[in-house]
Nanobody
Framework: QVQLVESGGGSVQSGKRLTLTCTSS????????MSWFRQAPGKEREAVAS?????GTSYADSVQGRFGVSRDKNILTLYLNTPRPQDTAMYYC?????????????????????WGQGTQVTVSS
């Protein structure tokens, strides 16, 4: 089993940096791909960014160039460098087994076995 705990959410003004952290514990040998998803009210959960076990990354087009993602052992970090009001959502950390999640490919939510509880991000204009 793998447990994921997110932190760092909150309210921020448009353009001000916010950093989210996900700490993974438990059976790390089963974790290959780690990703961030988000879900706004009334919308489907969407993939934001991912990092594979070698450090390869992928980003959604909507955040490319504005967000950064990194992974250091069992800690996954999302840098919302220039957030916009449309980035307001609940952000979730997810982990999966051997799954291709780099080079521009973002697996869908069904590919992930483990999920955190989420952390709310609110961006005001």
């Amino acid at each position: 089993q793998v447990q994921l705990v997110e932190s760092g959410g909150g309210s921020v003004q448009s353009g001000k940096r916010l950093t989210l952290t996900c700490t993974s514990s438990g059976s790390q040998s089963s974790v290959y791909c780690m990703s961030w998803f988000r879900q706004a009210p009334g919308k489907e959960r969407e993939a934001v960014a991912s990092v594979d076990e070698h450090g390869g990354t992928s980003y959604a087009d909507s955040v490319q160039g504005r967000f950064g993602v990194s992974r250091d052992k069992n800690i996954l970090t999302l840098y919302l460098n220039t957030p916009r009001p449309q980035d307001t959502a609940m952000y979730y950390c997810a982990a999966a087994g051997p799954t291709y999640c780099s080079g521009g490919h973002l697996p869908g939510a069904s590919e992930y076995k483990y999920w955190g509880q989420g952390t709310q991000v609110t961006v005001s204009s």
